[in-house]
């Protein structure tokens, strides 16, 4: 928790975690640093919260920006896809206008211009789709992201996961469950991925049915 005087912004001091209401604000991850920092910093690994910050607030040399509006962690792959469900929500409610269009979608989902997508397939909800994504005919898509230039062929069915970047994942594929798949991943034809996650640069002959991690 960050206690801050109100009036001016100027943080006084950091609690872990207390036991009784000392705040409401925390850290949450966003820094403006002059760059006289770098010299407060020693030659070994620091962390900067811990060992720099208290510091700078007990010499009053340390600011909060109080950030108005909705903030949650999605540093876990189930809180990203929380958090990106939240978001396309939102976006329905304010600006439908962005959202993708036609018969093939279940909204909320959105769509990147410079994707491509193919016949018979049904996306949505809670679907983003990147840039120079290709999305081939009869792809199943809901409750998942499918980052910038990947792939997926057709007839796959893609449940609540997370495809990386430039990864190509095969035709007849069913993957659910929270999978994540990293960078680079080639997911070969006919396979069932349950909650596994797959490292990146990796290809993947064979089904993953009791979750795990590619290496």
């Known amino acids: 928790m960050v206690i801050t005087d109100e009036s001016t912004g100027q943080i006084q001091s ?3 975690k207390p036991q009784k209401f000392v705040s409401n604000k925390i850290n949450a991850g966003m820094y403006i640093f002059n760059p006289s920092i770098i010299d407060r910093i020693p030659l070994k690994p620091t962390s900067i919260e811990k060992a720099i910050f208290p510091n700078m607030a007990k010499e009053g040399q340390l600011y909060a920006f109080e950030l108005e509006g909705f903030w949650m962690d999605v540093g876990q792959p189930p809180d990203y ?3 990106m469900k939240l978001y396309l929500n939102s976006i329905q409610k ?3 206008e962005r959202l ?3 018969d ?3 909204q909320p989902v959105l769509v990147d211009p410079s994707a491509k997508i193919g016949e018979k397939c049904v996306i ?3 679907v983003t789709i990147g840039p120079g994504c290709v999305i081939e005919d009869g792809v199943r898509l809901c409750d998942s992201a499918v980052l910038n230039g990947s792939t997926i062929q057709a007839h796959s069915c ?3 996961s997370i495809i990386g970047w430039q990864s190509t994942v095969g035709r007849w594929v069913k993957m659910e469950n929270v999978c994540v798949i990293g960078k680079d991943v080639q997911i070969a ?3 069932y991925l349950n909650a596994a996650s797959v490292l990146p640069h990796k290809t993947v002959s064979g089904s993953v049915p009791n979750g795990g991690i590619i290496m």
């Open 14 to 16: 950091f609690v872990e």
């Open 81 to 83: 896809l929380l958090g």
């Open 94 to 96: 304010r600006h439908p």
């Open 100 to 102: 993708a269009q036609g």
């Open 104 to 106: 093939s979608f279940i």
């Open 124 to 126: 949505g909800p809670n």
């Open 158 to 160: 893609i449940h609540k």
């Open 189 to 191: 034809d006919e396979l």
